[in-house]
């Protein structure tokens, strides 16, 4: 998986607790996205980085937020997760902002 | 318009035979466009990308064919297997504009044996 891992793997929380996935990379890539992907949707952008502190939205960012302090971590973060964000949630990273590689994923289920 | 369309949404094959997968876009800004696979449980793997400066790419098994004018492509599978069984999905990127991949809604493959 291109050397991304993703924590933790698997999750189930109740709808209003906050929840926070990580992305860690060791390619050192200047890119880094978040995607959902559901039945029926594809994969749908949730926010994505290009540097350290630069972030921007994607196509469903609404209830999340991101953060990027260092190259190799993207947080992704629900502030108060709900039914509808139960999803599988993958990162991705890419040098120069188009070929990406993705990690193995996180089933985050929200009861 | 910056949709990419995808079909068909499931696919049977028989073993050896040819798998076909289309993608529609509208952006005419659209210079990159991958293929993904996925197999269950997994995250998407990178198969194969065109550039529109061709018409096509193979790579083994694995053909793109790109039609600038109609602003489709496709993925060909030659003498398909069961391993070859995953979900497929089209992609495409304004690689200059620094946004991220529009993926189509994925077609799933089955290949019997």
């Known amino acids: 998986d291109a050397g991304i891992t993703q924590s933790p793997r698997h999750k189930v929380t109740e709808t209003g607790t906050p929840v926070t996935l990580r992305c860690h990379q060791t390619e050192n890539h200047r890119y880094m996205y978040w995607y959902r992907q559901d039945p029926g949707h594809g994969l749908r952008l949730i926010h994505y980085?290009?540097?350290?502190?630069?972030?921007d939205k994607g196509e469903v960012s609404d209830g999340y937020s991101v953060s990027r302090s260092k190259t190799e971590d993207f947080l992704l973060t629900l502030e108060s997760a709900t039914s509808s964000q139960t999803s599988v949630y993958f990162c991705a990273i890419s040098e120069l902002g188009y070929e990406q590689f993705f990690g193995p994923g996180t089933r985050l289920t929200v009861l | 318009q910056q949709q990419v369309k995808q079909s068909p949404q499931s696919l049977i094959v028989q073993k050896g035979g040819i798998s076909i997968i289309n993608c529609a876009y509208e952006n005419t800004a659209f210079d990159y466009f991958p293929w993904y696979q996925q197999f269950p449980g997994k995250g998407p793997a990178l198969l194969i990308a065109?550039?529109?400066?061709?018409s096509e790419k193979k790579e083994g098994r694995f053909t793109i064919s790109f039609n600038k004018s109609a602003k489709q492509f496709s993925l060909h599978i030659m003498d398909s297997q069961p391993g070859d069984s995953a979900t497929y999905f089209c992609a495409a990127d304004d690689s200059q504009a620094g946004t991220a991949l529009i993926f189509g809604k994925g077609t799933t493959l089955s290949v019997s044996s």
């Open positions: 065109i550039r529109p400066d061709v």
């Open positions: 980085s290009y540097g350290v502190k630069d972030t």
